[in-house]
């Protein structure tokens, strides 16, 4: 595993919370547009849930059973609190998506209140039919 770039206040606050970094996952694949749609619809819960302040929500329906336990288990919720209850108007905008089979890693846009966009390459995996947040880094 690679150490955890930090690029912005928002990169930050989620690799706080003990996400891995994927560095090449060494998948390919088409544009699936359901895949793609898909990724959008979780990448769009996150940003509200981090908007809400949400963290139970990101813990138990947004991270895949994998990233939670790597978040802090049954921590993950307080932990995700303290990192990331302070976004000020966080953004999420998908730029690209490689689709494997049962993943695909997104570079995601990622802004939060004053501090510059950062692109987050985010590793998604498929959980009962539905993409779910595995792992991020920054760069």
Do not use: K
């Amino acid at each position: 595993m690679l150490p955890v770039l930090v690029r912005a206040p928002f990169a930050a606050a989620l690799t706080a919370s003990a996400l891995l970094v994927v560095a090449g996952c060494g998948e390919s694949g088409g544009r699936d547009t359901a895949s793609v749609d898909g990724i959008e619809q979780t990448l769009a819960e996150l940003e509200e849930a981090l908007s809400e302040g949400d963290s139970g929500r990101i813990c138990d329906r947004i991270f895949s059973p994998e990233a939670r336990r790597r978040a802090g288990g049954e921590e993950c919720r307080r932990r995700l609190q303290r990192t990331t209850g302070a976004l000020d108007s966080p953004s999420l905008e998908l730029v690209s998506v490689t689709l494997g089979e049962d993943s695909a890693v997104a570079q995601v846009r990622a802004e939060a209140g004053e501090a510059p966009p950062a692109i987050d390459s985010m590793r998604f995996v498929l959980v009962e039919g539905v993409y779910r947040v595995d792992s991020l880094s920054g760069g």
